[in-house]
């Protein structure tokens, strides 16, 4: 059900579903799918398909139980799928139905149908047969494709385009007499209709309703839009160039969104039109002159950007946080958007996961495996020896889905730094031989192998590969996974759990496991404060954070420690802290960068602060 107005949920339903079906306002979820199941009984022919629009900030109301959702894919198994029920709508419809083994979408489609450009021939074919039954023929092939570039092959764009073209000749056949069809589309007929300022208003106005769907993505395209009026469309901005623009105009809009949820936003935008793909690695730009020139002109992008503070609003999502649970219930060290980014879409990518034991790092490869190997037509291939890693990136089938791990934190031997840049360097040039062929490469890295990070982290090194980096909970997704499984259910117990784990995983792990030992929140919470008494506990788990993985980083840290102890800092006072302490600023920024990627810091805004629960504990061992 989509945007309907006043209509009321029945009106809407009234046009498509039995009229009995919806006569009882107060009937239960129960009499509702017995009475379909009655319906569909009555003749074996009957069919019903409930068509749900706009579902996301259903699925997020519905999160993390998915009470609801699980009702209405009952109907499917209850009338062995004579009821179908699809959900449509933006981030959230997409994710969480990609991400479905553990949730209520595990017998849904795996793979959403992005409903966007389409494909030349479809294009084609939308504008010239409905124009050839009404009896107009185009002159020649140059004049369909300039219509497709004119409406950058979007349906409704087309469908508006189409219409005018309709009219027009619908006229000029009226004032040249009625002659035999078929009747020629000239090109003086496309000028015409191209030159329609209310048209042009039309399909400019319908461009920027998709960018409003979600305010990120009207920054991210104007911001695209400014720099292409200005230096060129073919101009590229890296993921990081173009995070740092769009905060510069909407700090609050993007300061919280983590690096695979941006990626998601510019994957989305690439489904909606809007951007060219970024298959090479080497930057985003604008679909082509059509998206700039419906964007605005330079001048209304230019005061768009400027307004972008007061007009944008941020909408909050549960979906992005979110994790999915393991199969022993604890939650999994990826977030949603992490694992979306992670096993990719049907193109040829690399990822570096980024994290220590307290993040969850051993728990990754396991993660991947238990999300999509449940799910028809996933391959996930075990990799142990070197020449089955290079095998399996260039071999497979068509449209398989298929995710090539590597897991170097938990072989038995140390794995040597050039060994896992090696394989970086093979997923970008070792494709698959196959036409049709694609995979996704993830590679899961510790901080032993700094050398590798630092080159991701810095963008020193030309490199498609992009790192994804482990992070703590945060109270949203706490409570999530609280609320899933019966634990912690106040919010004093909630607070003070985010307050003794600081939402490292690691910590969250052993709340789980005690309070499946123990029954009793309180006496969990009593345990876990426990850790900042034992010494042994604390150097433990300080040394699980990665915080002692290098004289470096562990001079970094002492540094900050000793400047800044528990208070507020911003990252130059940081960088300036720890260059005093190792004389080198230039080493000091990338140690400040290694240890904000290890979690060992809170972020408050544009201020910064040591972690207080690994502050507590390094400070309990002098």
């Known amino acids: ?71 209405l894919k009952g109907l499917g198994s209850d009338t062995k799928d004579a009821a179908k029920v699809v959900f449509t709508g933006l981030h959230s419809v997409q994710r969480f139905s990609k991400l479905a083994s553990n ?16 494909a030349p021939q479809s294009a084609a074919e939308l504008l010239v047969e409905p124009m050839r039954a009404l009896g107009f023929e185009f002159k020649d092939l140059d004049l369909v494709n300039r219509v497709l570039g004119y409406c950058s092959y979007q349906p409704f764009l087309l469908q508006m385009f189409g219409h005018r ?25 496309i000028e015409i209709v191209e030159s329609d300022a209310a048209l042009r208003d039309g399909i400019s106005a319908a461009f920027k309703d998709t960018l409003s769907l979600d305010h990120r993505y009207d920054v991210i395209a104007n911001v695209l839009a400014y720099h292409a009026r200005h230096h060129g469309l073919e101009v590229r901005l890296s993921d990081t160039e173009l995070r740092e623009e769009c905060e510069t105009y909407w700090r609050k809009g993007f300061e919280q969104l983590d ?33 700039l020139r419906m964007i605005g002109t330079s001048h209304e992008v230019e005061a768009r950007l400027l307004r972008v503070e007061q007009d944008c609003e941020l909408q909050e999502s ?30 040829n990518r690399t990822r570096v996961v980024l994290g220590s034991t307290a993040t969850g790092v051993t728990d990754v490869a396991r993660t991947l495996r238990t999300i999509a190997e449940p799910i028809d037509g996933w391959m996930l291939p075990p990799v142990g020896k070197p020449s089955v890693y290079k095998q399996e ?46 995979r996704s490469v993830v590679l899961v890295t510790d901080p032993a192998q700094l050398a590798l990070w630092r080159s991701l982290l810095t963008g020193a090194e030309p490199t498609s590969a992009a790192p994804v980096v482990l992070r703590r909970h945060d109270h949203r997704s706490l409570r999530g996974w609280a609320q899933r499984i019966n634990m912690f259910h106040t919010e004093d117990r909630l607070d003070r759990l985010h307050e003794l784990t600081g939402g490292w995983p ?111 504990c390094v400070a309990l061992n002098g």
């Open 393 to 438: 990136l260039t071999g497979g089938r068509p449209r398989e889905r298929r995710v090539v791990i590597s897991d170097f934190v938990n072989y038995r031997e140390p794995v040597r730094p050039e060994t896992c840049r090696e394989a970086v360097d093979l997923a970008e040039t070792l494709l698959p031989v196959t036409p049709g062929v694609t």
């Open 165 to 189: 073209l309709v009219e027009l000749m619908h006229r000029k056949r009226t004032r040249r007499g009625a002659g035999e069809p078929p009747y020629e589309v000239e090109v003086t007929d």
């Open 259 to 291: 690096t695979e949820g941006f990626r998601a936003y510019l994957s989305e935008m690439v489904g909606l039109g809007i951007l060219a793909p970024n298959h090479d690695g080497l930057g985003w730009h604008l679909r082509g002159p059509n998206a």
């Open 318 to 347: 549960i979906v992005q946080e979110g994790r999915p649970e393991l199969p022993d219930g604890r939650p999994a060290p990826l977030t949603n958007t992490q694992l979306d980014d992670l096993l990719g879409e049907r193109s």
């Open 506 to 616: 690691l910590l969250v792990d052993r709340a789980h496991r005690l309070h499946e030992k123990l029954g009793d929140p309180d006496e969990v919470l009593r345990r876990l404060a426990d850790l900042r008494a034992d010494r042994a506990e604390a150097r433990a788990f300080a040394e699980s954070t990665g915080v002692y993985a290098d004289p470096l980083l562990a001079a970094g840290y002492r540094a900050l420690n000793d400047e800044f102890k528990d208070g507020l800092f911003d990252l130059e006072g940081a960088v300036s802290a720890v260059a005093l302490k190792i004389d080198d600023e230039d080493e000091a920024r990338w140690i400040v960068n290694c240890l904000d990627a290890l979690q060992v810091l809170d972020r408050e805004d544009t201020q910064l602060r040591l972690e207080p629960v690994l502050w507590e």
């Open 1 to 71: 059900m989509g945007n309907q107005g006043s209509r009321s949920p029945q009106t809407q339903c009234s046009a498509s579903q039995p009229a009995h079906l919806l006569s009882d306002r107060s009937r239960g979820s129960v009499r509702v799918r017995a009475g379909i199941r009655s319906w569909l009984n009555g003749d074996s022919r009957r069919r019903l398909l409930i068509l749900l629009d706009e579902c996301d900030q259903f699925f997020e109301a519905d999160a993390p139980r998915f009470d609801q959702t699980k009702k």
């Open 103 to 118: 949730g209520p979408f595990g017998h849904l489609a795996q793979t959403p149908k992005v409903i966007g450009p389409l």
